[in-house]
């Protein structure tokens, strides 16, 4: 398929890949792209591995299936590297994004030979500074849109903040909280 930009997402269960690969579906399709967010469900549960994916683009997606060659993942855990081969049929001309406080030349001694680029973001460290607690997802969802470029920052921050407006209309700290963990997300990302 060409123009479509395909992600694959590994978390656990309770991590937020799931509802991220979601929300990016959501932010793409209000932007007036053609859209696929979804997970693989099988028995997970709390803690468990998961797979979430997005198909991303400009024309009509007529492919209803898992992804198997992705142009990027994201990692959201980073004791899934040693777990589940995460770059398994990943391009290498797109990249991983892994959720670690080690620096990209540290992570890809542990990624089997995958000569993409790879990314790194500490997300436990953004999300406690701007949510005082560990969600993960939001900053990963930061990190996907800069090093895909699947859509315009401007855009994406736009609608990302009309949506947590309307999910958290009476929490409002959730929602700035959101926002400020999106912006430094974007900023902290390393290559």
């Known amino acids: 398929m060409e123009n479509v930009v395909e992600i694959r997402w590994h978390g656990r269960g309770g991590q937020g890949a799931k509802t991220a690969a979601l929300l990016l579906a959501d932010v793409a399709f209000k932007t007036g792209k053609y859209v696929q967010g979804f997970p693989e469900y099988g028995p997970e549960r709390m803690g468990a ?16 299936s898992n992804i198997y060659h992705p142009d990027y993942v994201v990692v959201v855990d980073s004791g899934l590297l040693k777990a589940v081969d995460v770059t398994k049929g990943l391009s290498p001309e797109g990249g991983i994004i892994v959720n670690t406080s080690k620096t990209p030349e540290q992570i890809k001694e542990s990624l089997g030979g995958y000569t993409g680029k790879v990314y790194t973001i500490d997300a436990k460290k953004v999300s406690v500074a701007c949510l005082g607690k560990y969600f993960p997802n939001t900053p990963m969802l930061a990190a996907i849109v800069k090093v895909s470029g699947v859509m315009d920052w401007d855009t994406f921050f736009s609608e990302m903040q009309a949506s947590f407006e309307h999910k958290f209309s009476s929490k409002p700290e959730v929602i700035e909280g959101n926002m400020n963990a999106l912006k430094m997300a974007y900023e902290e990302v390393k290559e």
């Not at 591995?49 to 209803?64: C, K, L, M, W």
């Open 49 to 64: 591995p998961i797979t979430a994916y997005n198909r991303i683009g400009e024309e009509e997606i007529r492919v209803h």
